[in-house]
């Protein structure tokens, strides 16, 4: 909604009903698909063998899902470069990750599609984590 600059604000409309209650919608969305993924993730990262907090903490589970994955955690600066680091980096610790856990390419795709799900079936599924034969 474009508004002329002149127009004082007391004659803009306030939001609809409507458009507060797809807010909320979406908000209350976003929450449950968020607290998912941090439950999987918590368990996931425990599974690895790290305290399983490293997972929520924001920035830092960066830095820890290449560790989970058997990489290097510098890999996560690779998330500096725009669009073609973060892209790599989503599919080399994805590729990484499942790698740990046994899985394959259907892993992978999940969890670079469907995050919070993938890294519940893997934090709470049957798969186990095995380190990197280099460890």
Do not use: H
């Not at 409507?18 to 996931?44: D, H, N, P, Q």
């Not at 690895?48 to 510098?74: C, E, H, R, S, Y």
């Not at 790698?99 to 995050?115: C, P, W």
């Amino acid at each position: 909604m474009q508004t002329d600059p002149a127009t004082p604000m007391s004659e803009i409309a306030p939001p609809s009903e409507a458009m507060l209650a797809a807010a909320t919608s979406f908000a209350l969305i976003y929450l449950v698909i968020l607290v998912i993924f941090c439950i999987g993730c918590w368990k996931m990262v425990a599974k690895a063998g790290m305290p399983g907090i490293l997972g929520l903490i924001p920035i830092v589970n960066l830095f820890v899902l290449p560790v989970v994955g058997g990489k290097p955690w510098w890999w996560a600066f690779m998330l500096f470069i725009p669009i073609v680091g973060q892209v790599l980096y989503m599919v080399l610790v994805s590729l990484s990750v499942a790698e740990r856990f046994g899985r394959g390419i259907g892993t992978v795709l999940g969890l670079i599609f469907l995050t919070p799900i993938f890294v519940c079936i893997l934090g709470f599924g049957s798969a186990q984590w095995t380190p990197p034969s280099n460890a």
